[in-house]
């Protein structure tokens, strides 16, 4: 078993006040034995722990992104990931009503971990346990400024 990980952060707890009813997005490639349902499942039961509400469908709710892309790479026995968690908020144009704004195209970032990795093909359990700890994070910093 090998592991290389690096992580960035970007947003602010702040950021986050006052913002309820999140969607749960998630898209899942190139893991054989993970699945979208799996990620989606683990995300939606820690924010309903938390006492989170969750959107069965978007119509532009706060939406809580999770992105995990893998690569194999037979030779190596190994995987190449980007394991990615973001919240965006869509209501921001609506707040804010600027022409200009990203925020009119994709919604507006507000908090965001990253990580680009290498680990072992028979690991793959790894990759799926960032993307929960991601999400451990974004409570922590949500909670920190709702608490419940």
Partial sequence: MFVFVSVIAFGTDSRLKGLDNFFVDVGVSGVDDLSKSQVKTD??????????NIAEMFEEENTLIIKIIAL???EYKA???????????????KKYNT?????????????????????????SRFIRDIAKDFVDEFLNDYLSVNPK
């Fill in 79 to 93: 995987y190449v990931f980007s394991v990615t968690v973001e919240m965006q908020e869509w209501g921001y144009w």
């Fill in 72 to 74: 194999n790479i037979p």
């Fill in 99 to 123: 022409e200009d704004s990203i925020a009119n195209k994709n919604g507006n970032v507000l908090w965001g971990r990253e990580t680009v990795g290498m680990v072992a093909e028979n690991n």
């Fill in 43 to 52: 995300a939606e039961v820690k924010l309903r722990v938390a006492g989170i």
